[in-house]
């Protein structure tokens, strides 16, 4: 039974109440990182790496061939001597041919893996053992290098104290070939020491 005056008003339901929101879980997908470009200076580093190794390796030849065949042999001699000079008289220029012979050919094995840590920048093991071997042969070089000198110095100035004399004012040919290969070996020691700070530059930063 209706009362009278009043009157019934049916309000429709709105859509957005009919359709419920619903979570679209599938939509939203996890940022997968893609990996970072190579750094340009890394790639860099190793070329230097490599055009150092060729340097050294040519300063450690030089100073090989130079001494290697450093012999001189004065116009006049006596009926029981004979003038003469050559790197073998001494062991420390044998020493020093030795050291250098070794660091050429460890130089010329190191190239692959110089050209190696060129296409993989990342290659921190490869960089690690050329940093160790590295390190050995500066050392012996710069042995090498620093024993001749000594012997080269007391060709040229001599000394009176052990009664050793200047020779080469008879020498001069032997003394200025010696005299280069030791500049040669000191030019091979000083690139390994670039090298070796190369490297752990390299490392530090990787």
């Not at 200047?166 to 005299?179: E, K, M």
Request: net charge positive.
């Amino acid at each position: 039974m209706e009362r009278s005056g009043e009157t019934a008003i049916n309000i429709p339901e709105s859509n957005s109440a009919k359709h419920k929101s619903v979570p679209l879980a599938s939509a939203t997908t996890k940022a997968v990182p893609l990996p970072l470009p190579q750094p340009a200076w890394k790639r860099g580093v190793s070329i230097f790496d490599f055009i150092l190794r060729v340097c050294a390796l040519v300063a450690a030849l030089a100073a090989t061939a130079i001494m290697g065949t450093t012999d001189q042999t004065l116009p006049f001699f006596t009926q029981f001597f004979q003038f003469q000079a050559s790197y073998d008289d001494l062991p420390t220029f044998t020493f020093f041919v030795v050291a250098n012979a070794i660091a050429s050919g460890y130089l010329l094995l190191s190239m692959p893996f110089s050209i190696v840590a060129i296409v993989r920048p990342h290659a921190a093991g490869v960089k690690l053992l050329l940093l160790i071997l590295d390190a050995v042969l500066m050392a012996f070089t710069t042995a090498a290098a620093a024993a001749a000198a000594a012997i080269v110095y007391l060709a040229h100035n001599g000394n009176s104290n052990t009664n050793w004399f200047a020779i080469c004012q008879q020498f001069n040919d032997f003394c200025q070939r010696v005299s280069g290969a030791v500049v040669a070996s000191f030019i091979a020691a000083v690139i390994f020491i670039c090298l070796v700070v190369l490297s752990a530059v390299a490392l530090r930063r990787h």
